[in-house]
T-cell receptor, first 116, second 115 residues
């Protein structure tokens, strides 16, 4: 159980375009979803926390107008990278959990974004 | 706010040898502690977690970790490593008083296995 999927797994786009990444909890309802960014050989940096039906909470330094997060249902959250530029190229990972600090985060397989 | 340090960037051990990966945390009380493993180009898999109770925690794939409050540590151990254990390992810390399960990751330790 506790499977989280991401789509797409790979995306290559031109500079200036927008890219949407989906994160789905397949066998449980996730009240909270997290979006992380990971640069090569580095750790995961939390970008934002989203709760179903409410606005996402962004970490300091993350542009909310650049990285649009929508948590439309208990099983789906989307991250849209707007007007992507080469510096946005990265590995984006989502995770999902049920409400509560004792709840484990279950991670998706990640989406690798390359902006040309 | 909580923080976590993994002092070893890269460790190489021989197959069959024992392993210990270090993790130190900073938090005012007892935090929630996690170890995750990430294979190249993959997401993260939870190895084990500590919330309270027995300070020696057993996880998957033969891993265990021990919470030592006096040392603010949560080191990961395995008695005999296999070549398939080569991966990146992340220690993470969560805050019990938080209303959500937000966790902070350490910088990671890359484990290589010598044949």
């Amino acid at each position: 159980g506790a499977v989280v999927s991401q789509h797409p797994s790979w995306v290559i786009c031109k500079s200036g375009t927008s890219v949407k990444i989906e994160c789905r909890s397949l066998d449980f309802q996730a009240t909270t979803m997290f979006w992380y960014r990971q640069f090569p050989k580095q750790s995961l940096m939390l970008m934002a926390t989203s709760n179903e039906g409410s606005k996402a909470t962004y970490e300091q330094g993350v542009e909310k107008d650049k990285f649009l997060i929508n948590h439309a249902s208990l099983t789906l959250s989307t991250l849209t990278v707007t007007s992507a530029h080469p510096e946005d190229s990265s590995f984006y990972i989502c995770s999902a959990s049920v409400l509560g600090p004792r709840e484990t985060q279950y991670f998706g397989p990640g989406t690798r974004l390359l902006v040309l | 706010a909580q923080s976590v340090t993994q002092p070893d960037i890269h460790i190489t051990v021989s197959e069959g040898a024992s392993l210990e990966l270090r993790c130190n945390y900073s938090y005012g009380a007892t935090p929630y502690l996690f170890w995750y493993v990430q294979s190249p180009g993959q997401g993260l898999q939870l190895l084990l977690k500590y919330f309270s109770g027995d300070t020696l925690v057993q996880g998957i794939k033969g891993f265990e970790a021990e919470f030592k409050r006096s040392q603010s540590s949560f080191n990961l151990r395995k008695p005999s490593v296999h070549w398939s254990d080569a991966a990146e390992y992340f220690c993470a810390v969560g805050a019990p008083e938080s209303s959500a399960s937000k966790i902070i990751f350490g910088s990671g330790t890359r484990l290589s296995i010598r044949p």
